[in-house]
């Protein structure tokens, strides 16, 4: 089945910092997401997409799909950033696989 | 909109008991389904359903039953609660299934937290 792979698996910075993630994936998809789970668990969606860029403020993402990778950019970070960052691809049939999230620690 | 929304926030159950999470949606999705994190580790799929009547297994799901009579609620049964069960449960929706051409934007739920004793 299809495999999603993020990096890295954690990352500390200090306020005012940016970053980027990453998620490669393993085959051709249509449906890509990155989410943020906030220290409370939430799940919080960011961003749909399959391909092309999108922006939303401090945060903007970039799925490049012929060459299997999405980048999720984070500028001017703040320490409400901090949190669990997943990308989820659909996988076999009709189901939905998520990788293993990136750990953000964003200190003041 | 209320969105996705699961009870109880939390449970506690001894091994053996039986309970059912609930999982309501006011959106019209026709794709629903379940999923559980465990500590260090992304969200793995137990059940899902790509309409009323119509419902199958994912990656995990022995010990689990699901049902889908109704496009708004898909309810999850532990018939025999394990301790290997204790984990974050979340239930999500979206109008198509993934995979398929449409909007299959993924939302999920605030989760259940359950702990077998």
């Known amino acids: 089945g299809i495999q999603v792979e993020q990096s890295p698996p954690d990352l500390i910075l200090q306020e005012g910092a940016n970053s980027t993630l990453r998620c490669n994936f393993s085959?051709?998809?249509?449906?890509l997401q990155w989410f943020h789970q906030n220290p409370w668990g939430q799940l919080i969606n960011l961003f749909y997409i399959p391909s092309g860029t999108k922006q939303n403020g401090r945060l903007s993402a970039t799925t490049v799909a012929t060459e299997r990778y999405s980048l999720l950019y984070i500028s001017s970070s703040q320490t409400t950033d901090s949190g669990v960052y997943f990308c989820?691809?659909?996988?076999?049939?009709?189901?939905?696989?998520f990788g293993k999230g990136t750990r953000l620690l964003v200190k003041p | 909109n209320a969105g996705v929304t699961q009870t109880p926030k939390f449970q506690v159950l001894k091994t053996g008991q039986s309970m059912t999470l609930q999982c309501a949606q006011d959106m019209n999705h026709e794709y629903m389904s379940w999923y559980r994190q465990d500590p260090g580790m992304g969200l793995r799929l137990i059940h899902y359903s790509v309409g009323a009547g119509i419902t199958d297994q994912g990656e995990v799901p022995n010990g689990y039953n699901v049902s889908r009579s109704t496009t708004e609620d898909f309810p999850l049964r532990l018939l025999s609660a394990a301790p290997s069960q204790t984990s974050v449960y979340f239930c999500a929706s979206s109008y198509e299934a993934p995979g398929l051409a449409g909007d299959n934007e993924q939302f999920f739920g605030p989760g259940t937290r359950l702990t077998v004793l």
């Open positions: 085959d051709s998809v249509n449906n």
């Open positions: 989820a691809v659909e996988g076999q049939g009709f189901s939905f696989i």
